[in-house]
């Protein structure tokens, strides 16, 4: 069973879904090299994985967002206050 990517012969595919349209899927080719994978993630893509006992099933997504329009995952990151700027 092939993807998106699979079944239109190229490397990624990149689409939003109606039901959420705020993250940007990135499907890539089942065989992509880890060079690819790799590529997508330091693009600041989540890469996603589902194992079954078949195939394993990989593809990335944007982060979501959190209310400042940060990726969620970062806010904990981020300085606490501002500095002050003096004109």
């Known amino acids: 069973m092939g993807n998106l990517a699979d079944e239109s012969g190229t490397d990624v595919e990149m689409y939003r879904r109606a039901r959420n349209p705020d993250i940007i899927h990135v499907i890539s080719r089942s065989d992509a090299p880890e060079e690819l994978l790799a590529i997508l993630d330091n693009a600041g893509l989540e890469r996603k994985t589902i194992e079954t ?27 606490m206050g501002l500095p002050e700027f003096r004109t």
Do not use: K, Q, R
């Not at 394993?56 to 904990?76: I, M, Q, R």
């Open 53 to 79: 006992s078949g195939p394993v099933y990989v593809w990335h997504e944007t982060p979501e967002l959190d209310v400042y329009g940060l990726p969620s995952n970062t806010a904990s990151n981020l300085p």
